[in-house]
Nanobody, 119 residues
């Protein structure tokens, strides 16, 4: 599965950005899609994910400010980021998960898109 992310950039604190990601595989084969981020000197962390059934998880750091959504027909996942803070600065990675019939997990990653929040 190939993932292509877009939408990063430079934004002032309090501003908004929308990230998009399109998958090469059928949405039916993907159990969940979402976003992770990695800030300089830190480990990659979950930002938000949405399952094929529509179950959504957010990290505490972004809850109430970010919104994840999915368009299954277009094999796309989005991340609407509002009220951005300097600490949201990171490379954001699109992620997709497939669980095989024998319950093995496969993670797929996009190339990453840089989000910089600065005045």
């Amino acid at each position: 599965v190939q993932l292509q992310a877009s939408g990063g950039g430079l934004v002032h604190p309090g501003g908004s950005l929308r990230l998009s990601c399109v998958a090469s595989a059928s949405d039916f084969s993907l159990n969940s899609m979402g976003w992770y981020r990695q800030a300089p000197g830190k480990e990659r962390e979950l930002v938000a994910r949405i399952s094929r059934a529509g179950t959504i998880d957010y990290s505490d750091a972004v809850k109430g400010r970010f919104t994840v959504s999915r368009n299954s027909a277009k094999r796309m996942v989005f991340l609407q980021m509002d009220a951005l803070k300097a600490e949201d600065t990171a490379i954001y990675y699109c992620n997709a998960v497939r669980i095989s019939s024998n319950y093995k997990r496969y993670d797929f990653w996009g190339q990453g898109t840089l989000v910089t929040v600065s005045s």
